[in-house]
């Protein structure tokens, strides 16, 4: 990373539902920098706590959500603090958002070249031409086809794939700083998915934009992210380059994740490995290392005590006791290790 700059420093955020079954702690300890330009990905597992920190950063938990501890610096603020008029200052104008389901973020019966600037309407005031004007460039920019004409036209005569680039349009008329994508191609097929990542990437290379990119899917990353964190039962177990998590690899959990992730050389015959056993319950979240339960390189420390994260490099870490200077040597999967010798022979596969 050329320039080191943060733009959000999470601290120690810790995140609970209020439920009837009780409390559901799904945010536990995570901290982590974005840093200026950069493109850092949220991997994990559905339930890992992904979304719970992407809208903690946004203000918009649901209202039985308690931060019960940790900071989120933004621009000098503690976004955690902020009341909700401050908040809706910033969501939408320095901090776009998209959403898996472009539907929840259009509003079905407003003409879509309205939707694109209606941020810039409220906020700026600014005229009917001039916004017009920007929503067809900003329609162009996203690759939307014959934009003055489909300026008029509703969400509903759109694609999946094409309603998905406005939500882009509009996240971007406010000149964010920064670009939360949530799952933004989980609903899409794969060729659209691609096309839509392609777009993001532009636009964050062309904007200098520093983007969050959450998602279940490593695959989706690996030609997306500077940076990747992986996210398992609350916590951040693993952090580094995508260098570093894809050819260095530390955690089990990294690993399965790995592991169960088709490549160039999967076949639609071979069979995927599949992690065994089910996140557990964050209701009654574990002792020790959360993954302990599913992880065959267990040992006896994993079920009573949290590791630490060790330092693997001065970009790399991961919560793994498998670092302790005590701990046994274990080889990681065969078919993660010849996967990594395949990458590293094949260049230009990753980046
Ligand atoms: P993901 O990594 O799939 O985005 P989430 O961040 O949505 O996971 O969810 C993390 C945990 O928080 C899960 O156990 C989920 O069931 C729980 N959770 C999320 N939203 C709520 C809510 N509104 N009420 C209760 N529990 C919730
Ligand atoms: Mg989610």
Same mark, same amino acid.
């Not at 409220?122 to 162009?140: F, V």
């Not at 399965?256 to 071979?270: I, K, Q, V, Y």
């Not at 290392?289 to 330092?311: G, L, S, Y």
């Not at 490099?313 to 996967?339: F, M, Q």
């Given at each position: 990373?050329?320039?080191?700059?943060?733009?959000?420093?999470?601290?120690n955020?810790?995140?609970?539902?209020?439920?009837?079954?009780?409390k559901?702690h799904?945010?536990?300890?995570?901290s982590?920098?974005?840093y200026?330009g950069?493109?850092?990905?949220?991997?994990?597992?559905?339930?890992s706590?992904?979304?719970?920190?992407s809208k903690?950063?946004?203000?918009?938990?649901?209202?039985?959500a308690?931060?019960?501890?940790?900071?989120?610096l933004?621009?000098?603020?503690d976004?955690?603090?902020?009341?909700?008029?401050?908040?809706?200052?910033?969501r939408?104008?320095?901090?776009?958002?998209?959403?898996?389901?472009p539907?929840?973020?259009?509003?079905p019966?407003?003409?879509?070249?309205?939707?694109?600037?209606? &941020?810039?309407? @409220?906020? $700026?005031?600014?005229s009917?031409e001039?916004?017009k *004007?920007?929503? #067809?460039?900003? =329609?162009?920019a996203?690759?939307i086809?014959?934009?003055?004409?489909?300026y008029?036209?509703?969400?509903?005569?759109?694609?999946?794939g094409?309603?998905?680039?406005?939500?882009?349009?509009?996240?971007?008329?406010?000149?964010?700083?920064?670009?939360?994508?949530?799952?933004?191609t989980?609903?899409?097929?794969?060729?659209?998915?691609?096309?839509?990542?392609?777009?993001?990437?532009?636009?964050?290379?062309?904007?200098?934009?520093s &983007?969050?990119? @959450?998602? $279940?899917?490593?695959?989706?990353?690996?030609?997306? *992210?500077?940076? #990747?964190?992986? =996210?398992?039962?609350g916590?951040i177990?693993?952090?580094?380059?995508?260098?570093d998590?894809?050819?260095?690899?530390?955690?089990?959990y990294t690993?399965s994740?790995?592991?169960?992730?088709?490549?160039l050389?999967?076949?639609?015959?071979?069979?995927?490995?599949?992690?065994?056993?089910?996140?557990?319950?964050?209701?009654?979240?574990?002792?020790?290392?959360?993954?302990?339960?599913?992880?065959?390189?267990?040992?006896?420390?994993?079920?009573?005590?949290?590791?630490p994260?060790?330092?693997?490099?001065?970009?790399?870490?991961?919560?793994?006791?498998?670092?302790?200077?005590?701990a046994?040597?274990?080889e990681?999967?065969?078919?993660?290790?010849?996967?990594i010798?395949?990458?590293?022979?094949?260049?230009?596969?990753?980046?």
């Amino acid at each position: 990373m050329e320039n080191r700059n943060k733009i959000i420093e999470v601290k120690n955020l810790y995140v609970t539902f209020n439920t009837f079954a009780g409390k559901v702690h799904a945010v536990r300890g995570v901290s982590f920098d974005l840093y200026k330009g950069e493109t850092l990905a949220i991997v994990g597992e559905s339930g890992s706590g992904k979304s719970v920190t992407s809208k903690s950063i946004m203000g918009i938990l649901s209202k039985n959500a308690n931060i019960e501890r940790g900071e989120i610096l933004y621009d000098n603020k503690d976004l955690t603090k902020l009341q909700d008029k401050e908040f809706s200052n910033i969501r939408g104008s320095e901090i776009g958002m998209i959403f898996q389901d472009p539907m929840s973020s259009l509003d079905p019966v407003m003409k879509i070249g309205k939707q694109i600037t209606e &941020v810039l309407r @409220i906020k $700026h005031k600014i005229s009917k031409e001039e916004s017009k *004007a920007k929503a #067809i460039d900003l =329609m162009k920019a996203v690759g939307i086809p014959q934009a003055e004409k489909r300026y008029n036209q509703y969400p509903f005569q759109f694609s999946g794939g094409m309603r998905q680039r406005i939500v882009i349009a509009a996240a971007l008329a406010s000149n964010p700083d920064i670009l939360i994508c949530d799952e933004p191609t989980t609903a899409l097929d794969v060729t659209i998915q691609a096309q839509i990542l392609e777009l993001i990437k532009d636009i964050q290379r062309e904007k200098n934009l520093s &983007v969050m990119f @959450i998602t $279940h899917d490593l695959g989706v990353v690996a030609n997306v *992210a500077d940076r #990747i964190a992986v =996210m398992y039962a609350g916590k951040i177990v693993e952090y580094g380059t995508t260098e570093d998590i894809f050819y260095n690899p530390q955690h089990p959990y990294t690993w399965s994740l790995l592991s169960s992730m088709p490549d160039l050389n999967t076949s639609s015959e071979d069979e995927l490995f599949v992690i065994p056993g089910t996140p557990p319950n964050m209701l009654y979240p574990p002792k020790g290392d959360a993954f302990a339960a599913r992880n065959r390189f267990a040992m006896e420390i994993d079920f009573e005590e949290e590791p630490p994260m060790f330092k693997v490099s001065d970009t790399h870490y991961a919560a793994t006791w498998l670092l302790h200077p005590k701990a046994p040597k274990v080889e990681i999967p065969e078919i993660l290790k010849k996967r990594i010798n395949m990458q590293t022979q094949k260049e230009g596969v990753l980046v």
